[in-house]
């Protein structure tokens, strides 16, 4: 939910600074068509600026992982996801309370909307249009102002007694042709999802406005009486926008209107005024960039590259790689220590590889969410086969809550990295296993502990203690077996079983771009 609150402020800043844009550079020019495009490109790079922001990698140089090894032989993988009641029920959070206005809100909006459209397309339902000039015209008594709904026109019969009934129709036909139902459908879907924004209304009033003007620069274009038209709009009665979907004849009614339609065209060069929302587009595209963290990981394992003398000279070694359960791993990584030089178990577990003959030839096998193995060469033979046991490891975190700041800085992206290796003819092979990442990496982690502390209440009862939770990140990156590992007293064990149920889904770990669970413990201190 934190996310959609985020998108939602994101998206309605957008939409106050643009539409600022708008009406301080356009809203009194003449170019009708341009606004209107305008107006719906800033409503939509508001929506996507927000759901989609650019990203920048920051990469952080780490040592090797820190596992919490006394953990692998009580965690349970079997274990279902559990949630604790940490709020008594007579407490509700502030976020629920936030929740609960919105949804509200948007149960409000979209109801007015539905009960708006259900008399107009009750009279389209039940009545036979009249076809003239290509318009499809619904008459009814319910609506006192003619308006135009979709591609449909309803009007009152009392206006075809009116010599003017020409001037009104051409006017709703041009709100048909240009289709600025379009817009209406546009404006109003997203004045569901924010309500809450007053721009979100401004940007309602603008688009509707400048139909208005479109369509009476279309009924004077046609060859009409100005002064005549004028006076019919004077004539009509002020009477209320009936439905948010619909273009009113007698909206958008006042002085604006009439100074618009007798309003000098506006110079073609002004139209460089729309250059504007560039710099602007860029400085939310910026404002709203989140940076994307990618831990490197120094692995004491394969480190010290080419510490092995390549002799001609090899040991044939083949062998499977599988787990405690006798599981196929499938894409473990297989490498000649020391050097890059290695290979890939197949679908069957299966791999082969020419280890040079040598004392201190060893081979290092690996695989996500496993602990790495070491396994020595026996230089004597000429080939070894090897059945290779992985065994489940639990990746260490250690957060102190006491320590954390709410304000803390994002650490800055590290000083570019050295060379790794010098050039050679041997080929270099890629050991692609990424562990589970969190939004933000342990920064990202870190935050969200924070946040969630400080919303956690226990009736009078002190958060202080340690515990320790056990928790899988599956395949799909879902925080899944979630259980209590140690613990110093009840209460913390709630609350770290409350921070662990809530995590948003992780990047989950993946071997050779397949994703595959990985187990945690994450170590609190309140």
């Given at each position: 939910m934190e996310a959609l609150f985020e998108f939602l402020f994101r998206a309605s800043v957008s939409m106050a600074v643009l539409f600022t844009l708008y009406w301080l550079q356009l809203r009194n020019s003449t170019h009708f068509k341009a606004n209107r495009y305008f107006l719906l490109i800033s409503l939509m790079i508001s929506v996507i600026v927000a759901l989609v922001p650019i990203q920048y990698q920051v990469t952080v140089q780490t040592t090797a992982k820190e596992t919490f090894n006394e953990?692998?032989?009580?965690?349970?993988?079997?274990?279902?996801?559990?949630?604790?009641?940490?709020?008594?029920?007579?407490?509700?959070?502030?976020?629920?309370?936030?929740?609960?206005?919105?949804?509200?809100?948007?149960?409000?909006?979209?109801?007015?909307?539905?009960?708006?459209?259900?008399?107009?397309?009750?009279?389209?339902?039940k009545s036979t249009p009249k076809k003239i000039n290509n318009c499809l015209i619904y008459e009814n008594e319910i609506y006192n102002t003619p308006f135009s709904f979709f591609n449909r026109i309803l009007i009152n019969p009392k206006y075809f007694k009116q010599d003017e009934i020409n001037d009104i129709l051409t006017h709703e036909k041009v709100h048909i042709q240009e289709r600025h139902w379009i817009d209406l459908f546009i404006i109003e879907l997203l004045t569901v999802f924010f309500w809450f924004n007053p721009f979100i209304w401004l940007f309602e009033r603008a688009i509707k406005q400048n139909h208005e003007y479109l369509a009476d620069e279309g009924v004077l274009t046609r060859g009409h009486s100005p002064v005549r038209y004028q006076a019919l709009l004077i004539n009509q009665l002020m009477g209320t926008q009936v439905i948010g979907l619909a273009n009113h004849f007698s909206s958008a009614q006042g002085p604006t209107r009439f100074k618009m339609m007798t309003k000098e065209k506006t110079a073609k060069r002004k139209l460089f005024r729309m250059v504007w929302g560039i710099p602007v587009l860029a400085i939310l595209l910026v404002a709203f960039a989140e940076p994307e963290y990618k831990t490197t990981v120094t692995d004491p394992a394969t480190e010290n590259i080419s510490a092995i003398p390549i002799n001609k000279e090899t040991i044939k070694v083949r062998g499977s790689v599988r787990n405690e359960d006798g599981t196929v791993l499938t894409g473990a990584s297989v490498i000649i220590k020391g050097t890059t030089t290695g290979a890939v178990a197949d679908k069957k577990g299966m791999f082969e590889l020419n280890v040079p003959k040598s004392a201190k030839s060893e081979i290092v096998i690996s695989y996500v969410g496993y602990k790495t193995a070491v396994m020595k060469i026996n230089p004597q033979l000429k080939e070894q086969t090897l059945n290779l046991q992985l065994e489940k490891e639990v990746i260490g975190i250690k957060i102190n809550t006491n320590t954390l700041s709410s304000d803390r800085d994002v650490p800055p992206p590290p000083p570019p990295a050295p060379e790794e290796f010098s050039k050679s003819d041997e080929p270099v092979f890629i050991i692609v296993e990424d562990m589970p990442q969190y939004n933000q990496g342990l920064y990202g982690l870190e935050k969200y502990v924070q946040k969630q502390k400080n919303k956690l209440f226990f009736e009078g009862k002190k958060l202080e203690g340690k515990a320790t939770v056990g928790f899988t990140i599956n395949e799909k990156g879902e925080v899944t077996n979630i259980q209590i590992l140690t613990k110093s007293n009840d209460i913390a064990a709630k609350a770290a079983t409350k921070i662990a149920g809530e995590m948003e889904n992780w990047k989950p770990g993946s071997q050779r771009g397949k994703a595959v669970p990985v187990n945690f413990a994450m170590e609190l201190e309140f």
């Amino acid at each position: 939910m934190e996310a959609l609150f985020e998108f939602l402020f994101r998206a309605s800043v957008s939409m106050a600074v643009l539409f600022t844009l708008y009406w301080l550079q356009l809203r009194n020019s003449t170019h009708f068509k341009a606004n209107r495009y305008f107006l719906l490109i800033s409503l939509m790079i508001s929506v996507i600026v927000a759901l989609v922001p650019i990203q920048y990698q920051v990469t952080v140089q780490t040592t090797a992982k820190e596992t919490f090894n006394e953990f692998s032989g009580v965690f349970n993988n079997n274990i279902s996801s559990e949630t604790s009641d940490i709020n008594s029920n007579n407490n509700i959070s502030f976020s629920s309370i936030l929740h609960l206005i919105y949804f509200t809100g948007m149960a409000i909006v979209l109801l007015r909307i539905v009960i708006q459209c259900r008399k107009p397309l009750q009279i389209i339902a039940k009545s036979t249009p009249k076809k003239i000039n290509n318009c499809l015209i619904y008459e009814n008594e319910i609506y006192n102002t003619p308006f135009s709904f979709f591609n449909r026109i309803l009007i009152n019969p009392k206006y075809f007694k009116q010599d003017e009934i020409n001037d009104i129709l051409t006017h709703e036909k041009v709100h048909i042709q240009e289709r600025h139902w379009i817009d209406l459908f546009i404006i109003e879907l997203l004045t569901v999802f924010f309500w809450f924004n007053p721009f979100i209304w401004l940007f309602e009033r603008a688009i509707k406005q400048n139909h208005e003007y479109l369509a009476d620069e279309g009924v004077l274009t046609r060859g009409h009486s100005p002064v005549r038209y004028q006076a019919l709009l004077i004539n009509q009665l002020m009477g209320t926008q009936v439905i948010g979907l619909a273009n009113h004849f007698s909206s958008a009614q006042g002085p604006t209107r009439f100074k618009m339609m007798t309003k000098e065209k506006t110079a073609k060069r002004k139209l460089f005024r729309m250059v504007w929302g560039i710099p602007v587009l860029a400085i939310l595209l910026v404002a709203f960039a989140e940076p994307e963290y990618k831990t490197t990981v120094t692995d004491p394992a394969t480190e010290n590259i080419s510490a092995i003398p390549i002799n001609k000279e090899t040991i044939k070694v083949r062998g499977s790689v599988r787990n405690e359960d006798g599981t196929v791993l499938t894409g473990a990584s297989v490498i000649i220590k020391g050097t890059t030089t290695g290979a890939v178990a197949d679908k069957k577990g299966m791999f082969e590889l020419n280890v040079p003959k040598s004392a201190k030839s060893e081979i290092v096998i690996s695989y996500v969410g496993y602990k790495t193995a070491v396994m020595k060469i026996n230089p004597q033979l000429k080939e070894q086969t090897l059945n290779l046991q992985l065994e489940k490891e639990v990746i260490g975190i250690k957060i102190n809550t006491n320590t954390l700041s709410s304000d803390r800085d994002v650490p800055p992206p590290p000083p570019p990295a050295p060379e790794e290796f010098s050039k050679s003819d041997e080929p270099v092979f890629i050991i692609v296993e990424d562990m589970p990442q969190y939004n933000q990496g342990l920064y990202g982690l870190e935050k969200y502990v924070q946040k969630q502390k400080n919303k956690l209440f226990f009736e009078g009862k002190k958060l202080e203690g340690k515990a320790t939770v056990g928790f899988t990140i599956n395949e799909k990156g879902e925080v899944t077996n979630i259980q209590i590992l140690t613990k110093s007293n009840d209460i913390a064990a709630k609350a770290a079983t409350k921070i662990a149920g809530e995590m948003e889904n992780w990047k989950p770990g993946s071997q050779r771009g397949k994703a595959v669970p990985v187990n945690f413990a994450m170590e609190l201190e309140f």
